[in-house]
């Protein structure tokens, strides 16, 4: 790292220490995080029940590098042709299903190979094994990996598991990065250590196998969230850790059991939330009882089971950054094991700070009433006094996330990032014009200010709803929706439409200002075959909202709003 950026970061952490009432480590001063020598701060972690991680993991962060990183697959351990059939895993597999572990051997160097000293030199048989990760990246063009160390290989930087992200829709690459090392200077939240990385594998599976490594471009490596990462951050690591990929605080009683439940489908409870901490999962199922009760005020439910601060904080950091996929997924729940609270902590952030997603970005997306959907959230932001609460700390983290050290942290990635995408193999794989890549990279900057504003008109828009599945009765059809909410109070009417179009040129039923959440057609009145509905939700100042369903058409295009019909 250059000595500028070094010490400018160094003072950034040494304030964040201040403000969150840590200690501020010494020259020197470097421990083992989550041994005895962290006492003192887990301990005023517990007496005060705010989240403050140790964040001396991160005093040996070097933003500004890139680590070398080549991997052979190995012949002897592999079948024929099995890195290519990996990387086309998902070509003949569903999305959901987990891609074949591969054995390596992994070792770090520089440009010109694995060098003597570091990670993994003069390894001649596998000491690791690797995978395709992540979600939608699995049906990209490059691949982003998991790499697991086996035991006989040591440590890689304090883990045992690399996380290598390729961000392929992502044009600028560097929107997880920006928003974990954001997250470093924020009181009252975790963060995961990244690092930028130069990939180069080298197929001895291939028929077409030879003596040098191919070049795989830049990733950045995320840390891996468990029971290790836990340890690390002087956090406690027998507690609860959960990651969210399909959860909205409701109950789901059938996935959702007790580990010592005759019915406990481990699978199932895992397609809800994932468990990355201990499986005693009475704590979660007493917060989610208690969440989903609404003669329980939410207030109490929050001050029990939560943490006031932390939530705040998480909610604000998502709205300033634009992270507009985390009302059901892509979070981190954690709870140490003598305390009843659950702590948000971050996790992936590629989709935030203005991503190349306009065609799945609703209206509803905006604000906080992208955040309505979830039974926990809702409950909280009808109460005036949290809407307060959560402006005020929106302006406060407006403090931290500024355009100036916005500017610091990209100007810091742009001559890694940059050399990267304008070379192959990464150029190549673009989903879009290089000429464009400037532009796009810099008007990062302007997002937060951005955000802030589209989560203030938010506040005075109807709350989006859900469409009901329409119901043929005899002769009729009947549609019903939930009803909306407005924070103001204001009075709220529904326009009805059908259409037999996805973009609702051709409208050709209607019922307007509407107070009931249903309506009732003859059959006679609609067109057979596809029809598309939805309800315009208008309050009495004129601001509108939409559903929150959507269709992906044939062509991938996404149409929000709107549900399907097929009248026979």
Known sequence: MRRGNKAILTLIIALTFLISGCKVPGAGSRTTAGTASNSEDMSANAGNGHLQEDKRIYSEDQI?????????????????????????????????????????????????GPKPGEFGYGTSTPNATIEVRGATNRAAAQKSYKIKLKDSAGLWRGRTVLN???????????????????????????????????LHVKDLTSPKAGSRYEDYGLFTDIEQPGKRFLAAHGLDSTGQLYKADDFEFFR????????????????????????????????????????????????????????????LTWLAANILMGNIDTNAQNFLLYSPVNSEKFYFMPWDYDGAWGADNKDLTANWNKGISNYWGSVLHQRFFKDPKNIEDLSK??????????????????????????????????????NRHISEFDQEYKSIVDQPEKNKKDYYASLQNPMPVYLGDPVSKGNTYHFEWDPSYDLQGD????????????????????????????????????????????????????NKQYPFDMIEASDDKIYNGLKEVDVN
């Open 64 to 112: 500004d590098s890139v680590v070398n990183l080549y991997v052979t697959v190995d012949s002897k351990q592999n079948d024929s042709d099995a890195f290519y059939k990996l990387n086309h895993w998902y070509d003949l597999h569903d999305i959901a299903e987990d891609s074949p572990q591969l054995n390596i051997i992994v070792q770090q160097g520089d440009e010109n």
């Open 393 to 430: 700390k929106i302006e406060e983290l407006s403090k931290i996330i500024t355009k100036d050290q916005t500017k610091k942290f990209l100007d810091t990635y742009y001559p890694i990032v940059n050399k990267f995408v304008h070379s192959n193999p990464d150029l190549f794989y673009m």
């Open 491 to 542: 009075e709220l009417k529904y326009d009805f439409q059908i259409s037999s179009d996805l973009e609702f040129k051709n409208v050709y039923y209607e019922k307007k200002d509407l107070t009931d959440v249903s309506v009732t057609i003859s059959t006679n009145l609609l067109k057979k075959g596809k029809n598309y509905w939805r309800v315009i939700v208008t309050d009495s100042k004129g």
């Open 164 to 198: 290598l992200n390729k961000h392929s829709f992502d044009f600028t690459r560097v929107r997880n990065k920006l928003s974990f090392d954001y997250f470093k200077l924020i009181p009252n939240m975790s963060s995961l250590r990244t690092q930028f990385v130069h």
């Open 252 to 311: 789901y009683p059938n996935q959702l059991r007790l580990s010592t439940d005759p019915k406990y489908d481990e699978k199932a409870f895992k397609q809800i939330l994932d468990i990355k901490g201990s499986n005693d999962h009475r704590k979660l199922l007493n917060m989610l009882d208690a969440v989903n009760d609404v003669k329980q005020d939410i207030n109490d439910v929050i001050d029990k089971y939560f943490d006031r601060e932390n939530y």
